[in-house]
């Protein structure tokens, strides 16, 4: 599906629950390249369980698909209302260090 969608011009992938229908966006960007735009990708059910499972999502994801260009980060899905302000914070802050590349791009930031 993904070749007839950018033969016809659409190139921009948008995957909801990217967990449970086990799209793996490493694997759309060795397939595709930079010739696919990924947004999306984290997994919306971190943010309920805590800093530590927010951190490691993030740092193994976001870094090196920012490094390969053409990606925006973003959970999967909406966020729930179960995620408290606290969790959903510390997300859009991380997601800012490694866009911004204030990071260091693999290293655990410092919150």
Known sequence: MIPLCLGAGVNGLRCSGTKSSGVDYFSLR????????LIGGLDVEIL????E???KEITAK???LIESGGYIPMV?????ENVSFQNYSLY??????FAEGRSGLGKNPSH
């Open 30 to 37: 060795r397939e595709y390249g930079r010739e696919l735009f």
């Open 48 to 51: 309920s369980r805590g800093k």
């Open 53 to 55: 499972a927010i951190r």
């Open 62 to 64: 976001v870094p090196s």
């Open 76 to 80: 999967d899905n909406r966020v729930r």
């Open 92 to 97: 859009r802050a991380l997601i800012a260090e």
